[in-house]
């Protein structure tokens, strides 16, 4: 596995691991816990070492799975969580960047985790009740303790990013990007480029459907994530299938898996993007993995990049509550 450089000099594998499915959003675990142990274990093993999670996924229980995961081989991971909401009983309750909120979030990880230090810790997203520079300040003041390395934004507009990074430095933005979901190209992958800071796509394969996992009839559970985007309501789904079959088409000639393709296409947009796929499946670690060895050529990235406005894209990436989170 090949590795890349984020914001800071934080090095981490070129493809990481999203564990938030292995935990929620995505319907029932093809395994048990000690399945899902076996599965983060064995990425680590392929070289993935960069694993992602956050408080909220579960809530609680993603990072439990992932401290238990890494406990014999801390010192071959960078983990990443995050911070930033309001959780009550057991369910996300709006944005809370409070930094005294903050420090609170950041020692119930450090316990869940079993580690020392957090790598990365991320503002899940941007708190409208809490200026930027509050909550880079108190992440700061984290990092002067030793128990956090490195500061990260989720979803954060090119202006937030700007401010965040002139209190404390910034090493990595984390936000949606994919073959469909292209909105960090006009400003926040240019900011990240002049300030040095790394860019990680979540749901690089547009969950799921750029790795063929997702047909044009596809039904979802109330319970999961899918369900409640419009991409994925039978229509735009349907319509939106023309995007999958140019990728499998262009992965069926070069030998390759869609989802290769697509993490691919990713990295060739610039040296510090890191993407971090989720799966909870050995097979998929090593399709992911192995993303890094396929070569696009210049015509290739060019077609890819002019696909969506080719075919277009058919629904909103998030239902009108969650856009709404979204810094802009």
Not at 113 to 132: A, C, K, N, S
Not at 148 to 157: D, I, M, P, T
Not at 198 to 221: E, I, K, N, Q, Y
């Amino acid at each position: 596995m090949h590795t890349r450089t984020l914001g800071q000099g934080l090095e981490v594998s070129a493809i990481g691991l999203g564990a938030m499915g292995m935990s929620m959003g995505y319907g029932p675990n093809p395994g048990d816990r000690g399945d899902m142990i076996d599965v983060l274990r064995y990425a680590v093993e392929r070289g993935i070492t960069f694993i992602d999670t956050a408080e909220i996924y579960g809530p609680f229980v993603n990072e439990e799975l992932v401290g238990e995961a890494i406990a014999p081989i801390r010192d071959q991971v960078v983990v990443a969580t995050k911070f930033g909401w309001r959780i009550v009983d057991g369910a996300m309750q709006g944005t809370d960047s409070r930094p005294e909120h903050i420090v609170e979030v950041a020692e119930a990880s450090l316990r869940r985790l079993g580690v020392e230090t957090i790598d990365l810790f991320y503002q899940h997203r941007v708190d409208p009740d809490v200026p930027i520079e509050d909550v880079a300040g108190a992440v700061g003041q984290l990092v002067a303790q030793g128990k956090v390395r490195h500061f990260g934004l989720s979803e954060a507009g090119a202006a937030t990013i700007r401010r965040a990074h002139a209190e404390f430095p910034v090493t990595a933005v984390q936000s949606e990007y994919s073959l469909w979901t292209r909105d960090p190209e006009a400003e926040v992958l240019p900011t990240c480029a002049e300030l040095g800071i790394g860019f990680v796509p979540f749901s690089p394969l547009g969950r799921g459907f750029f790795a063929g996992a997702v047909t044009p009839d596809a039904s979802f559970t109330d319970g999961e994530i899918r369900s409640r985007l419009p991409r994925f309501e039978a229509g735009n789904l349907a319509a939106n299938q023309a995007l999958i079959d140019h990728v499998q088409a262009l992965a069926s000639s070069r030998g390759a898996a869609p989802a290769q393709i697509a993490l691919a296409w990713l990295l060739a947009q610039q040296p510090f993007v890191v993407p971090i796929p989720g799966t909870r499946r050995r097979q998929r670690i090593d399709e992911n993995a192995a993303a890094t060895t396929v070569a696009l050529s210049a015509d290739d990235i060019a077609d890819l990049n002019a696909l969506v406005d080719r075919i277009g894209v058919a629904g909103e990436r998030y239902d009108e509550p969650s856009l709404s989170l979204v810094d802009r």
